[in-house]
């Protein structure tokens, strides 16, 4: 029995954040070339897609490319670059079918060009969707966009006060709501720089599977356990 069958519907998470992590290693495990990792890692994101959609979760946020991944070697930068723009040309027709809407966060005007035409192409062809939307970080990182608001909020002669709730407004995820629960697969157990502001109350998941191998029912069972989670706020929950 799928343990989608065990959920409560009524508690599915509005925004699931995501880090994908593991394809080198993983592709590494079969004797493969880091590549080929990404390459299966696509099909997953295509998969996550459709399952959040399915069930109702409203925004997910995929960590595709961080301000630090520019250290990897240039080829491996280059096929991860080439794989953005063949995926968003392949996936647009889907992403339309499911209404689903693309969107960004990070410096994408810095990607190569071709990346940065196709994901404009993309974002604005998808822009009226309203079931779901698919946020690509790309080319970004939790400290980048803080420091980011920051320089916005010093430019703006008309802000006279600053609170939590302002100060995200400066953000790249400024729309979103925060995401209730954080995944990371690959059994790595740190943030690697993502949404550093907006996960401050997230349910934090980590599991071993690395991402070419995160499947439908692993994603149930992430969300199962966030379901059982007992979410205080800082405050008291009275049985
Ligand atoms: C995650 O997998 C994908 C990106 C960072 C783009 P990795 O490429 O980090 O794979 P590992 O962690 O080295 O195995
Ligand atoms: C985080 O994974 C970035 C993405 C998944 C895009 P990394 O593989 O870059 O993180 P570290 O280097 O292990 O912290
Ligand atoms: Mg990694």
Known sequence: MSLFNKLDQAKIPNHVAMIMD??????????????????????????????????????????????????????????????????????????????VKLETIGDIEKLPKKSYESLLKGKSLTKDNDRMTLVLALNYSGRWDIVNAVKRIKEDENLTEINADIFSSYLNTASYPDPELLIRTSGELRLSNYLLWELAYSELYFTETKWPDFKEENFYKALLEYQNRDRRFGGINEE
């Open 22 to 99: 593991g394809n080198g290693r993983w592709a590494k495990s079969k004797g493969m070339p880091r590549v080929y990792g990404h390459r299966e890692g696509v099909k997953r994101v295509r998969e996550l897609t459709e399952v959040c959609a399915k069930i109702g979760v409203k925004y997910l946020t995929l960590y595709a490319f961080s301000t630090e991944n520019w250290s990897r070697p240039a080829y491996e930068v280059n096929a991860l670059m080439t794989l953005l723009v063949s995926t968003i040309d392949k996936e647009l027709k889907t992403l339309m079918k499911n209404n």
